[in-house]
């Protein structure tokens, strides 16, 4: 089996994939309680606020709960700033514009974090309902300044929306102090289940004021919640087996010491990586204060006979999956740091790089890469 160095879906653990090895009737007990269960785990990784909040879990990959919580959140007459510094960003503007929701984009520099200073100043300038953001940029690893920007947004009394896709259960965020109204991440990401579904968690009151407001059946955000609340069902065929190997993540997730613990593993695994990359010569393309401990960019080498696709063969023929770059301007690749692998996969992946030689015993990496 390949290891993947990539942003989801991710490594699992060999339990996580057992997990799923049986089948379970969406009316039954077991499940409904495994559903309830889950629920209320997903609340215990929001911070120490989470009473006023809700988990509802969605099918389909992640993007599918962002447009859930979008499409059911912006009510006919509202409108969405989305702050874009990077692809994911881009989507949500992209799915505001699908539902015929205005939309307007206040654009960054990919390399630049979104500046909390303009935002204040465009909230000042326009009028928007609801305020979207990235928290981890996954199309280069940049961490956005989510509570600064929560701050702004909740004093100029318009409602937010996080995706924390690839950043939640793996870097610490209290939700609540942060301002979040929607928070949206998937199965497959830092939780490090299966992919599957996505899930919201959904400030109470904010929840309840999307009824009757979605732009779709299946993706209606209040409904789904609304049915898991009636009988502690899914209203459409839920992923049951996914949901299986989700339940055994959420145990291996506390087992491992709760977001902390996973955060300092990530963080590690970041550490190992950049280090040793540099060592083979590699630039980062974020600055250092920027990069999170989730996905690294590097800059293709200064190399005309570089190829991406010759690099990305040999690594896979070698065991290892790593993934392109996403970025409009700069030839970039991308190694992720999440899911289920450590130190010892991250030093396994820079000793089979191309062109190292062969005899040399281990790599002389430091573990902890200066800041
Ligand atoms: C992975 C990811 C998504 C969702 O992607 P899917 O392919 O729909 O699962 C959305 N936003 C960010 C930041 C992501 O990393």
Redesign the pocket.
């Known amino acids: 089996m390949k290891l993947l160095f990539t942003?989801?879906p991710l490594t699992t653990s060999e339990t996580v994939k057992q997990a799923m090895l049986r089948d379970l009737g969406s009316r039954d007990d077991e499940f409904i309680a495994i559903v309830r269960g889950i629920r209320r785990d997903l609340l215990s990784l929001c911070g120490p606020g989470a009473g006023d909040y809700e988990a509802i879990p969605m099918q389909g990959?992640?993007?599918?709960a962002?447009e859930s919580a979008i499409s059911s959140a912006v009510p006919r007459n509202g409108s969405l700033l989305v702050l874009v510094n990077g692809v994911?960003g881009r989507?949500m503007a992209r799915i505001a514009e699908v539902h015929g929701i205005e939309c307007r984009q206040l654009v960054f520099a990919e390399n630049e974090p979104v500046d909390p200073a303009a935002v204040r100043e465009e909230l000042a300038r326009v009028s928007a309902t609801h305020v979207a953001v990235?928290h981890?940029?996954?199309t280069t690893g940049m961490m956005n300044p989510v509570e600064q920007i929560g701050a702004l947004v909740r004093e100029a009394g318009v409602a937010y929306i996080v995706?924390a896709?690839?950043s939640f259960g793996g870097i610490p965020l209290d939700v609540g102090a942060a301002g979040i109204d929607f928070l949206v991440s998937?199965a497959n990401?830092c939780i490090e289940g299966v992919?599957g579904f996505g899930f919201v968690i959904a400030r109470r009151p904010a929840l309840e004021g999307c009824r009757g407001q979605a732009r779709t059946l299946s993706l209606d955000l209040y409904e789904q919640w609304a049915g898991l609340e009636r009988d502690g069902q899914f209203r459409f065929t839920p992923p049951t087996h996914a949901l299986l190997a989700f339940r055994q993540a959420l145990d291996e997730l506390a087992a491992e010491g709760g977001v902390t613990g996973r955060a300092a593993r990530y963080q590690s695994n970041a550490d190992t990586l950049v280090a040793g990359m540099r060592e083979l010569g590699f630039e980062t393309w974020l600055r250092d204060e920027h990069r999170s401990a989730i996905i690294t960019t590097f800059r293709y080498p200064d190399d005309p006979g570089f190829s991406f696709e010759a690099l990305y063969k040999q690594l896979s023929d070698a065991g290892f999956v790593i993934y392109p770059g996403k970025l409009t301007a700069e030839g970039c690749f991308r190694i992720g740091s999440i899911g289920h692998i450590t130190e010892k996969d991250i030093r396994a992946l820079l000793s089979a790089w191309p062109g190292r030689p062969q005899s040399q015993p281990g790599i002389p990496l430091r573990t902890q890469a200066g800041k």
């Open positions: 942003p989801g990959s992640g993007t599918f962002i994911y989507r990235v981890c940029e996954t995706d896709m690839s998937s990401k992919p």
